[in-house]
C-alpha cells in the first residue's frame, strides 16, 4: 500500500488507533486513558487554575498535579457519564470544585480554621475568562500533540522534506515564505509544495482526530468536539 | 511544541481546509456555514463553472442523497456527491447567486413580495413533505433569494440538527408540523410591522405550541395565505363583523358602485318624473 494514500485508509477514513474513554474503561485498560488525558489537559487544567484561584506558578503546578492523582486515586474518570456532559465540560467542572476545596482548606489554615471559605470571583476585567483560557489551552495542547504525531509519523516514513515544508509554512510565527521560494529552496516544483503542504494538513487533521478519538466518550462526543474545535 | 495564538488558529484554520486534490474542484472561498458543515465556493474544473462545496463534519452522506431526491424549482439542485482524502463526506451543489432572505428582507418590499418569497418556501416544503422529508432548520438564513428573484430552500435537515431556537417548534419530536411552525415563524419574521391582522393569525395558528393545533400541512397555510390575498376570510382568524363588512366592500368595490350608480339614476328618474 502506498502510504501517501494509506493515510485515508481503504475507505478515505483516518485509520483509528485510540479506544474512546468509555472503551478503554471497558477493555480494561484505563492507565492508557488516564495517560492521554493528563498529556492533553495537564496544561489547560494548570492554566485554568492560575487564572480563576489567582495562583501562582508552583501552587497552580501543586494543585494540577494534586487533582490528577486525586482523579486516579478516587476513579474520577470511571464515574463520568457521557450521557451528562463531554468529558472536557466534566473535567474542567471537577477541577473548579477540586481547587475550591483545597483553596478554601489553605485559607481556613492561614486564619486559624475559623473562617469560612468564599469562592473566587471571577477576573473583573481580563481579556479571557478563566474558562476561555482552559478552552483556548485545550486546542492549543491538542494541535502541540498533533504536530508529535505528525514529526514522529513523518520521520518514521521519509516524509521529513514534507514535513520541513510544512513547519516552513504553517508554523511561521510571520512572513509566511511563498510557495515558490519553498519551491526553489527545496529544489521541487510549485505543485509539490502544494501537495506536500495538502498531505501534512490533512495528515495533522487525522492525528488531532485521533488524539480527541482518545479523550471522548464515543463518537457523538467526537463529531461535537471536531466541530467546535473547527468553528 | 508551544504554539503561539496565531500559529495555533491558521492551524486550525489550514486544517479545516477541505483538501481537494484529486477531485474536479478547486477550492475559492469560504461563503458560509451551515448546520452540519460548511461551504464553500469552488470550480468545477471539468464544467469550467462555480459551484458550491458543502464539507459535512460528519459521514453525512445521507444528507445529499436526502435532498438529491428533491427536484423541485426551490430546491437546491445537487450535482455530485464524494468523500474527501480524510474521510468527510462533501456535495457539489448548484451556486446560488443572491440574498439570505433576512439580508433580502433589509431592502425595502412590498406585503406582496414578502408573501410571494413565503410561497415559494410553502410549496418548497410542502413537496418535501410528500416525499417523505423534513426539513428540520427552515429560518430566513436558510432561504436565499436569487438575482431574478428565484427563491431556494438550503439545508436540508440531517437527524443531528436541532434547529434554532427562534423558529424551532417545542415538540419533543421533529416531524411534519414542525416545520409548519418553522413556516409560521418565517411568515411573522417576513411580515412588516404594519401588517394585516389575518395574516399575523395566520402566522399564530402555524405557530401554535400543540402541534395538532397548526395547520395540517404546508399546502393548508399556504391556501390560508391565498385567500388572504383574493379578500377572502382566512380560516385563522374570526374576523369582527365591521372587519367582515370592510372586506366585503373591498372586494365587492366594483358591484358597489354599479348598485350606488343604479340607485342614483332611478332616484334621479324618479325626481324628474315627480317635477
Known sequence: MDFDTSIGGPHGHFPSTQLSLVEAASAGVPNEAIDRVIALYWKPVYRFIRLKFHKDNEDAKDLTQGFFTAAIQREFFARFDPGKASFRTYLRMAVERFAANEHAAAHRQKRGGDVEFEPVEEQAIAAESPEQAFEREWQRQLFALALDDLRAHCEGCGKQLEFRIFEAYDLAESDRPSYAALAVLHGIAETSVTNHLAWARRTLRGFVTERLRGVTAGERELREEMRRLWN | ?275
Open chain 2, 1 to 275: 511544541m508551544e504554539l503561539s495564538d496565531s500559529v495555533l488558529d491558521h492551524l486550525r484554520h489550514v486544517a479545516a481546509l477541505p483538501d481537494l486534490a484529486g477531485t474536479r474542484y478547486e477550492l475559492e472561498s469560504e461563503i458560509g456555514r451551515g448546520g452540519m458543515g460548511v461551504v464553500y465556493a469552488a470550480r468545477d474544473l471539468q464544467l469550467d463553472r462555480r459551484v458550491a462545496l458543502k464539507v459535512l463534519d460528519i459521514a453525512l452522506a445521507g444528507e445529499a442523497q436526502l435532498i438529491a431526491r428533491l427536484e423541485h424549482p426551490a430546491i437546491v439542485p445537487i450535482y455530485e456527491t464524494g468523500m474527501l482524502p480524510d474521510g468527510r463526506a462533501f456535495y457539489t451543489m448548484k451556486l446560488v447567486e443572491g440574498a439570505r432572505l433576512d439580508h433580502y428582507l433589509a431592502g425595502s418590499h412590498s406585503l406582496a413580495e414578502r408573501l410571494r418569497v413565503i410561497r415559494r418556501v410553502g410549496e418548497a416544503l410542502a413537496f418535501a413533505h410528500t416525499r417523505g422529508s423534513i426539513h428540520r432548520d427552515l429560518k430566513p438564513q436558510n432561504v436565499m433569494v436569487g438575482a431574478f428573484g428565484e427563491v431556494y430552500v438550503m439545508d436540508w435537515g440531517v437527524d443531528a440538527v436541532a434547529g434554532t431556537p427562534a423558529f424551532r417548534a417545542p415538540d419533543a419530536r421533529l416531524d411534519q408540523r414542525s416545520d409548519i411552525y418553522s413556516l409560521g415563524a418565517l411568515v411573522k419574521f417576513v411580515l412588516p410591522a404594519s401588517s394585516p391582522p389575518a395574516l399575523r393569525a395566520i402566522a399564530t395558528k402555524a405557530m401554535s405550541a400543540d402541534p395538532t393545533a397548526r395547520y395540517p400541512d404546508a399546502t393548508a397555510l399556504l391556501a390560508d395565505i391565498e385567500r388572504f390575498q383574493e379578500g377572502l376570510a382566512v380560516e385563522a382568524w374570526s374576523e369582527p363583523l365591521w372587519h367582515r363588512l370592510r372586506r366585503f366592500g373591498t372586494r365587492n368595490a366594483v358591484l358597489l358602485w354599479l348598485l350606488a350608480a343604479y340607485a342614483s339614476v332611478k332616484f334621479l328618474l324618479f325626481f324628474l318624473r315627480n317635477l
